[in-house]
C-alpha cells in the first residue's frame, strides 16, 4: 500500500525568508504523481504544485518549487521569500496514475505540516 | 472560475441520525470523490465515483455511508446512523478525468458534528 510521511508536524520562518518542507512515500508503482496541497484557516485544500513521476525536472511555480528524488522516494516543497498569507497546513499527496480500472486516481495525503510565518 | 461547492458548511446531529451532506461538482468534471478530516488528522480518502458507480472505496465507506448524484448536477455523501466517531470536516472533490494530469478541485467542505 502506498503510504506518505511529513516528518515535521510544524515548521515556521521569518517573513521574506525561505522555508522547506518535507515529504518521503512509498510505493511500488511507477506512474504517479505527488502534490502539494495547501489548507488555510478556511480549510479549502488548495493546489500548490504537482510533479509527474515522470519528469525529472523538479516543478516550479512561481515563489514554489520542489525537489523531487525518485529514487529516495522524497518530495520536498521550497517556498522561497515567505509571506504572511502563506501560513497555513501544507499537505503532501500521491496519486496513483496507472491502470484506470483499478483506480480512479484518489489521494492519499500525509499528516500534514503546519507552517507559521513571523513578521 | 468555476469552483466546487458544499452545503452546509456545518451540521449538528444527534448520533444514530441520517445525514445528507450535498456537493455541486464542477459542471464539465466526471470524476467526483469524498474526502474527510478528523480534527488534527490527515485527510483520509472515502470513495470515488464516476459513470453513477462507485468506482473505489476506502475501509472507512462501510455499509453507513453511501453516495448519490440525483440529479446530474448534485453529489451526495449520505450517512444513515451517525456515531460520535464521525465528527469530522468533509471535502468533496472533482476532477474532469481520472489522470493525475487532472487537478482535483477542492469544495470548501463541511463540518459534521455528532453529539
Known amino acids: 500500500a502506498q503510504t506518505v510521511t511529513q516528518s515535521q508536524p510544524e515548521m515556521s520562518v521569518q517573513e521574506a525568508e525561505t522555508v522547506t518542507l518535507s515529504c518521503t512515500y512509498d510505493t511500488s508503482e511507477s506512474d504517479y504523481y505527488l502534490f502539494w496541497y495547501k489548507q488555510p484557516p478556511s480549510r479549502q485544500m488548495i493546489l500548490v504544485i504537482r510533479q509527474e513521476a515522470y519528469k525529472q525536472q523538479n516543478a516550479t511555480e512561481n515563489r514554489f518549487s520542489v525537489n523531487f528524488q525518485k529514487a529516495a522516494k522524497s518530495f520536498s516543497l521550497k517556498i522561497s521569500d515567505s509571506q504572511l498569507g502563506d501560513a497555513a497546513m501544507y499537505f503532501c499527496a500521491y496519486r496513483f496514475d496507472g491502470d484506470y480500472g483499478g483506480s480512479q486516481g484518489n489521494l492519499i495525503f500525509g499528516k500534514g505540516t503546519k507552517l507559521s510565518v513571523k513578521p | 472560475e468555476p469552483e466546487v461547492t458544499q452545503t452546509p458548511s456545518h451540521q449538528v446531529t444527534q448520533m444514530g441520525q441520517e445525514v445528507i451532506l450535498r456537493c455541486v461538482p464542477i459542471?464539465?468534471?466526471?470524476?467526483f470523490y469524498w474526502y474527510r478530516q478528523i480534527l488534527g488528522q490527515k485527510v483520509e480518502f472515502l470513495v470515488s465515483f464516476y459513470n453513477n458507480e462507485i468506482s473505489e472505496k476506502s475501509e472507512i465507506f462501510d455499509d453507513q455511508f453511501s453516495v448519490e448524484r440525483p440529479d446530474g448536477s448534485n453529489f451526495t455523501l449520505k450517512i444513515r446512523s451517525t456515531k460520535l466517531e464521525d465528527s469530522a470536516m468533509y471535502f468533496c472533490?472533482?476532477?474532469?478525468?481520472?489522470?493525475?494530469?487532472?487537478?482535483?478541485?477542492f469544495g470548501p467542505g463541511t463540518r459534521l458534528t455528532v453529539l
Open positions: 472533490a472533482s476532477s474532469r478525468f481520472a489522470s493525475g494530469r487532472s487537478e482535483q478541485f
Open positions: 459542471s464539465n468534471h466526471l470524476y
